[in-house]
């Protein structure tokens, strides 16, 4: 990865800055000295554990970034998540002041998250560097994201023009595992993107010539089967049918037959539970069974998941698979299937790709080519989708790295002055228009 980041720096670095007005410019020279202040504050917020579930350090972590948020200005609030076992969101916003030359600016809503999947247990914990490669937890999913929005704004306040823009900066405490029920934790993100025109989200980036218009929504499924208890002799009679285990391999065989192949959809089975007896905690995506081969099965849970382009996609897909489950029962069986919400889909809409071409553009101007959608299919949920049907937004411009979720998680440090020239200036030019 650190071969290739370097060979596309090189590559567009020969190519000439077009298009840019004074203010770009010199934007762009600022952005490209952020480097050492970058990591230096990527290395700090890294340190410092933040697993979604670490409430302290959770807030720790936002407490360090709401003291850069303020010395820029910004009125920053700390909503708590306790009622939904979470720590909490940092929010901070700047309107433009009474004299700013472009009042009537979009409102923009900057979107990162200040948890990561490495509880305090994880052996995982701290930041690494060896030149231009960083490895630790967060360093790409997502506090080097946070870290480009910061430096961003940063360079915009330097050349004095970030008096002139309406920015809501919302950093979720518990994007990697979210509270329930949604309509409390994500209240705060829905409100701000009622107020906002553009969303940008700064989740890992998917390159450096892609960006995000669209993700698919997840959600989750519980599929019970019962049958009739009885001694494996008599199965298949009339009087006794064909056990639960059976029942449940013919309702799942249909969905793999029947809804494979449509796009952007998938259908996981991620556990299943049979026998005479079944215990099973979704909460906690664990349970027992007990049975014996000379018993026919009377029980089945398969707890999985649903992945969908759009809400009308996720009714299709649950009405279809409502439809296998429920009826045409094998003798002697019933089941039942029930849905779950999680994370809504954030389908490619025609002002999101706008956003992108903006995007584009200044990527194009800049020397370092463009900027093209990346295949839904391949990215997972993300809190940008909870606010997609309010506003319009891309996704994917944070940092550059690979290995989210995992003990090799790492970045590229040599891009972090890019990525932060270009979102300057695509806030810049963003918010200083009326309309896209």
């Known amino acids: 990865m650190r071969c290739l980041s ?12 077009a ?46 970034f709401a003291a850069e948020f303020e010395l820029l200005g910004f009125e920053t609030n700390w ?63 997502m506090k080097g994201g946070d870290v480009v929005i910061i430096q961003a704004l940063k360079a915009l306040a330097s050349e004095g023009v970030l008096q002139d823009l309406h920015i809501i900066v919302a950093l979720i405490g518990d994007e990697e595992k979210s509270g329930n029920p949604k309509s409390i934790s994500r209240y705060h993100l829905v409100e701000a993107a009622k107020r906002c025109d553009v969303a940008l ?23 019970e089967v019962s049958g009739k208890r009885a001694h494996s002799s008599g199965i298949f009679s ?52 007990f049975g014996k081969t000379n018993v026919v099965a009377q029980s089945v849970v398969v707890h999985g998941g649903l992945r969908t382009i759009s809400s009308m ?12 489950a429920e009826t045409n029962h094998r003798p002697g069986t019933e089941a039942i299937i029930t849905f779950s919400d999680g994370y809504p889909s954030m389908p490619p809409t025609e002002g999101n790709k706008v956003v992108l071409s903006k995007l584009n553009q200044v990527s194009i101007d800049l020397g370092y080519g463009p900027v093209e959608a990346y ?11 909870f606010i997609a049907e309010y506003v319009d937004a891309i996704d994917g411009i944070g940092a550059e790295g690979a290995g989210a979720h995992t003990p090799d998680e ?24 009326e309309d896209l």
């Open 6 to 17: 370097a060979v596309f720096l090189l590559l567009f670095s020969v190519v000439s800055i």
């Open 19 to 64: 298009e840019l007005s004074d203010v770009e410019k010199r934007l762009s020279v600022i952005a490209k000295a952020s480097k050492e202040d970058s990591i230096a504050l990527l290395e700090r917020v890294v340190n410092i554990n933040s697993g979604t579930m670490n409430h302290v350090g959770v807030k720790q972590v936002a407490d360090v």
């Open 79 to 141: 909503y708590d998540m306790s009622e939904v076992d979470r720590a909490g969101h940092l929010f901070a916003e700047r309107a433009p002041m009474p004299s700013a030359l472009t009042p009537k600016g979009q409102c923009l809503l900057l979107i990162g998250h200040l948890d990561t999947v490495f509880e305090k247990e994880s052996p995982f914990q701290s930041f690494k560097r060896d030149g231009d490669f960083a490895t630790g937890p967060g360093v790409n999913d």
């Open 201 to 223: 989200g700064f989740e890992i980036a998917t390159g450096l010539q892609a960006a995000t218009i669209a993700r698919r929504g997840s959600s989750g499924w519980m599929l």
């Open 238 to 289: 009339e009087s006794v049918g064909s056990g639960a285990i059976f029942e449940a391999a013919r309702i799942l065989n249909a969905f793999h037959q029947q809804l494979t192949g449509r796009e952007y959809l998938t259908f996981n089975p991620g556990v299943i539970l049979g026998g005479t007896k079944v215990n099973y905690d979704p909460t906690l995506n664990k349970g027992d069974a």
């Open 313 to 324: 996609q996720e009714a299709e897909a649950r009405a279809s698979m409502k439809a296998i």
């Open 375 to 385: 295949d839904p299919g391949k990215r997972g949920a993300a809190d940008v989708s």
């Open 410 to 433: 790492n970045i590229d440090l040599a891009t972090l002055p890019m990525l932060v020239e270009r979102a300057s200036i695509l806030i810049y030019r963003l918010g200083t228009q």
